[in-house]
């Protein structure tokens, strides 16, 4: 692996031109393997169900949700986006997981110094 793969999400909460379901939207992303950064706006910052699903995705795939009221607040938060990506670490190990080659493989990565936070993909398609 060279390098990372994020994408950024800027959501206004208005669902106009679906492709996907949202379990869909959330396997695909899982199997390409990105780091989505989900920005809720407007609608997408003050309704409860847009922001649990733009949640999850970011967290299902090691990424973060923000939600914000104003296009003003988003330089602060590209700002935190850009010192994420840069304060990643790339972790490998070797599976002994007997699942198919088509089974979604939950990971969880767990560290014991106080004050530290991890965010990890929820897992990965082999």
Do not use: C, H, N, W
């Not at 700002?79 to 190990?93: E, G, H, K, P, T």
């Amino acid at each position: 692996m060279t390098s990372q793969r994020a994408l950024l999400l800027l959501s206004d909460g208005e669902d106009e031109t679906r492709l996907f379901d949202f379990e869909r939207t959330v396997e695909v992303a899982r199997r390409s393997g990105v780091t989505v950064f989900a920005i809720g706006l407007g609608k997408a910052a003050r309704e409860r169900e847009a922001r649990r699903t733009l949640r999850f995705l970011a967290e299902e795939t090691g990424g973060r949700a923000f939600f914000i009221q104003s296009v003003d607040e988003l330089d602060e938060i590209y700002a935190a986006i850009d010192q994420d990506l840069r304060s990643r670490y790339l972790m490998v190990y070797q599976s002994t997981s007997s699942k198919s080659e088509e089974e979604f493989r939950s990971v969880r990565v767990r560290v014991q110094r106080r004050g530290a936070r991890v965010r990890a993909m929820s897992g990965y398609y082999p």
